[in-house]
């Protein structure tokens, strides 16, 4: 049978989720730094096509093969563990300490594959620095203003311009972005198809990215790369305007909206509900799928 009911689905999450708080630091950087990488290169992807063929949504639409590949290899993206480690924290499988190591070093393990794709990708887009982003001509040039308008944009026009009220912005879209990945992470989980795992969570990360929503590892991408290309934007803006308010807007939009629903109304309180192998199966299944071994 190719779905998974909610009450597994919740069950097998906080199996996982309190795996996850015992991964090794070396496989959460390893891990967080393929996710980070796989988005950087799937925003370069989305900016190209969006210019090349002058349809952003096409560009959003293919953005979410690196979530997908994501979800299928089980690695380490920050967003979904801020709604699986607190359902395992609340069901007594880990602990606030292990959650939030967990959250530091797959941030920072994201942080790394967005940076280092973010110089690769500077360096050809400008050919090795010898042509300036501001040129015209070619898709290249084209793909790096963008990059750096969108950092301007990103940064100080939508949020440092307006104050607390852009802090609060950059919040309220971290929490809108993340609500929908974690969604779209977890009805991934409610097939065992590839197929209909790759079709599931494709639909709310178009979603997400189409809205111009605000998330952290894609962000750490776009507002790396646009200091690198020559926005001018200092870093110490970039975390204050745009990393702490989305990172904080994430943590909310997937603990509360994703993590805290499910596990309110799915969660099972009666133990072996369902013959233990069955229960067993299913989260060393889930387990393997979210990347918690």
Known sequence: ?????????????????????????????????????????????????????????????????????????????????????????????????????????????????????????????????????????????????????????NVEKKYEALGSLGFFLAILRGIVANWLVCLGVTMALVSKSVPGKILACWLPITAFQTLGMEHIVVNQFLHTAGPILGSGVPFYKVIVWNFLPVTIGNIIGGMVFIGMLFYSTHRSTVENVLPREHDEKLERELAAELGAR
């Open 1 to 153: 049978m190719d779905y998974v009911l909610p009450n597994e689905l919740v069950d097998g999450m906080i199996a996982a989720g309190g795996k996850k708080a015992t991964v090794s630091v070396k496989n959460l950087l390893l891990r967080g730094f393929y996710s980070g990488a796989i988005l950087g290169l799937a925003v370069i992807l989305a900016l190209t096509v969006a210019i090349q063929s002058k349809l952003p949504f096409l560009g959003s639409v293919l953005f979410p093969f690196g979530f997908a590949s994501i979800v299928l290899f089980g690695m380490e993206l920050v967003t979904g563990n801020f709604a699986l480690l607190p359902m395992a924290t609340w069901a007594g499988k880990s602990t606030w300490g292990a959650t939030f190591r967990n959250w530091s070093w797959v941030w920072i393990g994201n942080f790394i594959g967005t940076l280092l794709v973010a110089v690769i990708m500077a360096v050809s887009l400008t050919s090795g620095g010898t042509v300036d982003p501001s040129a015209d001509g070619g898709v290249w040039p084209q793909v790096a203003q963008k990059i750096i308008s969108l950092n301007i944009a």
